[in-house]
């Protein structure tokens, strides 16, 4: 079992930055890939970006390619979202997400990779 709860989020001008983080709970953190999903009103959850277990390999979506970093502290059961250069059309709830899966790029992007899925968190972006 494995519990995530993210923070960070808030209200924010266009080219501002954030650093969203998810702290999780369980022994084995280290083989989970970690992913971050966001939700905005009235549209489908997208995924945003996502880390392997031994954070050697990350991937992310197109419209984030260049503003957004993940990344992972295993000894701290963490993964963040860095996020710079914010638009307004990054205004979404975040989640993070969790999976015991060994998949392709695609298969990584995919929800139903995952798991455990933390509350989330909202991020604004006003232009």
């Known amino acids: 079992q494995v519990q995530l709860v993210e923070s960070g989020g808030g209200l924010v001008q266009a080219g501002d930055s954030l650093r969203l983080s998810c702290a999780a709970s369980?022994?084995?953190?280290?083989?989970?890939?970690m992913g971050w999903f966001r939700q905005a009103p009235g549209k489908e959850r997208e995924f945003v970006a996502a880390i392997r277990g031994s954070g050697g390999n990350t991937y992310y979506a197109d419209s984030v390619k260049g503003r957004f970093t993940v990344s992972r502290d295993n000894a701290k059961k963490t993964v963040y979202l860095a996020m710079n250069s914010l638009k307004p059309e990054d205004t979404a709830v975040y989640y993070c997400?969790?999976?015991?899966?060994?998949?392709?790029?695609?298969?990584?992007?995919?929800?139903?990779?995952?798991?455990?899925w933390g509350q989330g968190t909202q991020v604004t972006v006003s232009s």
């Open positions: 997400a969790a999976g015991d899966f060994v998949g392709s790029p695609y298969y990584t992007a995919q929800s139903r990779a995952y798991d455990y």
């Open positions: 369980g022994r084995t953190f280290s083989t989970y890939a």
